[in-house]
Nanobody, 126 residues
Framework: QWQLVESGGGLVQPGGSLRLSCAAS????????IGWFRQAPGKEREGVSC????????YYTDSVRGRFTIFRDNTKNTVYLQMNSLKPEDTAVYYC???????????????????WGQGTQVTVSS
């Protein structure tokens, strides 16, 4: 079955860390760019971070740059989002998405990806 599954969300205090995982099943991620997106209640979905299929290009939205790191381990067919120094405004449902045609650069990540996971909740609160 072709799917993306996110995991690693949870409740964390401000300043804490979480590592989200995006695991693929039924296909290999080697040729896919991956994006992490988030959506908070009452807000539009926003792109958080993206990585090219090779891992050579990464994108971060301004609000997370320097705090979040995206990386991929193709041997595990998984892409990760390491989130440090978390803030209450990072609270949202986080989704990963895959696309084999998406172009990623340090300043650009498309909003539209072909395949999406179900999401994992991240709550930052004391």
């Amino acid at each position: 079955q072709w799917q993306l599954v996110e995991s690693g969300g949870g409740l964390v205090q401000p300043g804490g860390s979480l590592r989200l995982s995006c695991a693929a099943s039924g296909f290999t991620l080697d040729y896919y760019a991956i994006g992490w997106f988030r959506q908070a209640p009452g807000k539009e979905r926003e792109g958080v971070s993206c990585i090219s299929s090779s891992g050579g290009s990464t994108y971060y939205t301004d609000s997370v740059r320097g705090r979040f790191t995206i990386f991929r381990d193709n041997t595990k067919n998984t892409v990760y989002l390491q989130m440090n120094s978390l803030k209450p405004e990072d609270t949202a449902v986080y989704y990963c998405a895959a696309d084999n045609k998406a172009f990623i650069s340090s300043t650009y990540c498309p909003r539209h990806f072909g395949s999406w996971g179900q999401g994992t909740q991240v709550t930052v609160s004391s």
